[in-house]
Every structure is written in structure tokens, then in C-alpha cells.
């Protein structure tokens, strides 16, 4: 069975290679950038080089499915790049061809705040896709990057969705009927996703879980159930939202980039973000057969297992990580 997992942000090591591999995970999608300025990420994908170079046994570059066929057949895990926020491009569309070329296949339009392109879902008010954004989404669709709404706001969401002329994907999040945060995505968005070819990759990360930390295999993958129910199951994939061995430092930074001055400074009383602790049955990227047991045990057949498990992510790799027909 072909596992991707379409959202990964783990401290990159050779026990987190090693426990890809022993997950049986055969793509994840990395982000290479959160706040990033275009150089800071040119250097993100140095160090990327560097990995390639130095665990090529475990793990190889990937820029469309063939990619991910290969490596699945020479037992490696493909990696695929992402970028966070629209940060790497700064104000200039054509970087988006240019990080195309160096093998970034997803970005999303905003992180949790107003962008140049679209609104975040932390912001009080949403205005939607901006002149600016339009104009990267035609490029996106152009080249063949993805357009990912994760951490954007509902209208913007729904914006990007209409305005694309190629599938979008919310590549980490979950239904807000099933956790109501700020994250999670309510049925309008989910339907209208579906409605226009799209993906939604399922998260574990805690915050996003109903009950958090504590959330039961059975309550996760009965959760898929229902939104396989609302969507259609070959709309459904996995994005765990894994940051493995991430000390807080690297949470600051996520949440806070550089738009915000140090909780330590300004005696916020968040000064030390914790990672919150994944559900027992989640803990690393060696725990996918297990979630492919859930799924199992909460009625989806097994062809649907697989097509969760990573069929429709590569499916819908092969159709949008290539120019525009």
C-alpha cells in the first residue's frame, strides 16, 4: 500500500529518515519555509541538498508521481517541498517559476496572518484573495505549483477555490465540526473543495483534534468516515502536520515569524511555547500502519484505505505538479 503523507515539519535527522521508512511512508511533503525572504530559502534548500547527499539510501527528491513510484519501488521516501506562507516570493510572481524549478510544488497563499496574497484564519477581518494573490495563483496554475489554504481564512479560502483554474489543496486540517478552531474548515469550504477536484489531507497534530493530545484513534478515523461521507473519499488524504524533535524555539518561530516582538521581551504570558504531546497512537512517522488499521476498523473498505493512505495524494500529484494543459 502506498502511504504520502502531504504535511510534514520534523527536526531532519536520520532516526526521522529511519522512522519514515519503518512507517512504511513512501512520500511526505516538507516544508522548507514558514517566514523565509527568497535567500533565506534558497538556503533551506542547500541544507535539503545536504540530507539528499547524506542519507540518499533513505530518502530522495521528488517533483512529480513518477518520482514517488520510483522511490516506492528502490524503498526510499520521496520528499516533495513546500513553503508555509508566500514569504520566498516576496513581491516578485516570477519567483514562483523559479522555486518551481528548484522543486517546490506546494505553497501556501498565507500562514495564520494577513499576506500579500490572502488572509490568514487568526485575522479579524478577512478580505479574501488579493490583486497580488490572483496574479500568483494564475502563475501557480501556470507552472504546476499547488495552491494550499491550510492556515488561510474562510472567504480567502473560498476565493482561492473559485479563482483557480486547476484543484487547490487544504493539505492539513480538519473538519471544524469535528474541532472548532480557527485551523479547521467548515463544510461550506470542504464541499466547495470537493466541488472543484480538490484535496484535503487529514491532521494530527493535537490542536486541530478533538480533545487534543487524548483524541482516540476510534474518534479520528470515524471523523475520516464522516468527511469521506461530506466529501467523497477520493477527495481524502493524510497530513499529519508532524514536527517530530522540534524544540520550542521552532514553534516561536511559526507562530510568531518576525511581525511580532518575543513574548520573552514584551512579557506575554505565552513567553515558552510547548509542543503539545501527539496521541499515543501517533507518535512518529513509524505509526502509519496503525492509522491504516483505524480507518479499516471505522468501515472505510480496503481500496479506500488505500486511496486515503497516499492513492488519491499521488493521483492528484500527477494531474497538478506539471504546466498547465
Given amino acids: 500500500m502506498l502511504t504520502i503523507d502531504a504535511l510534514q515539519y520534523s527536526n531532519w535527522s536520520r532516526a526521522v529518515f529511519d522512522a519514515m521508512r519503518r512507517g512504511g511512508l513512501d512520500c511526505a511533503h516538507v516544508t522548507i519555509a514558514y517566514h523565509e525572504t527568497c535567500v533565506e530559502t534558497l538556503r533551506n534548500i542547500g541544507a535539503w541538498n545536504r540530507l539528499f547527499e547524506l542519507h540518499g539510501d533513505l530518502i530522495m527528491r521528488a517533483g512529480c508521481a513518477e518520482d514517488i513510484n520510483a522511490a516506492a ?12 506562507n508566500c514569504s520566498p516570493i516576496e513581491d516578485d510572481y516570477a519567483l514562483v517559476e523559479i522555486f518551481h524549478a528548484l522543486g517546490v510544488r506546494f505553497m501556501q497563499l498565507s500562514y495564520n496572518n494577513q499576506s500579500p496574497l490572502a488572509a490568514g484564519c487568526y485575522e479579524a477581518r478577512d478580505s479574501g484573495v488579493t490583486k497580488f494573490g490572483k496574479q500568483v495563483i494564475d502563475e501557480m496554475n501556470r507552472v504546476g505549483m499547488v495552491i494550499d489554504m491550510s492556515h488561510s481564512a474562510e472567504r480567502s479560502t473560498l476565493d482561492a477555490i473559485d479563482y483557480s483554474s486547476r484543484p487547490i489543496a487544504i493539505t492539513h486540517a480538519n473538519p471544524s465540526s469535528f474541532a472548532d478552531v480557527p485551523r479547521n474548515k ?16 487529514l491532521s494530527l497534530y493535537p490542536p486541530h483534534l478533538k480533545h487534543g493530545s487524548v483524541c482516540t484513534r476510534e474518534s479520528f478515523c470515524t471523523m475520516a468516515a464522516r468527511t469521506a461521507e461530506l466529501m467523497g473519499v477520493e477527495h481524502l488524504g493524510i497530513g499529519s502536520d508532524l514536527c517530530s524533535n522540534q524544540p520550542a524555539a521552532v514553534l516561536a518561530w511559526m507562530r510568531d515569524g518576525r511581525w511580532r516582538k518575543p513574548a520573552a521581551v514584551d512579557g506575554a ?25 483505524g480507518l479499516a476498523q471505522a468501515g472505510f473498505s480496503a481500496a479506500e484505505v488505500e486511496r486515503v493512505m497516499g492513492q488519491n495524494w499521488l493521483d492528484f500529484f500527477a494531474r497538478s505538479f506539471g504546466p498547465a494543459a
Avoid: C, H, N
Avoid at 73 to 84: D, P
Avoid at 186 to 201: I, P, Q, Y
Fill in 73 to 84: 519501488a528502490a524503498g526510499k521516501t520521496a520528499i516533495v517541498f513546500g513553503f508555509q
Fill in 186 to 201: 467548515s463544510d461550506a469550504v470542504l464541499k466547495a473543495l470537493a466541488g472543484r477536484g480538490g484535496m484535503l489531507g
Fill in 269 to 293: 504570558a505565552d513567553a515558552a511555547p510547548q509542543w503539545p504531546p501527539q496521541p499515543a497512537w501517533f507518535e512518529s512517522a513509524a505509526d502509519y500502519p496503525g492509522l491504516a488499521d
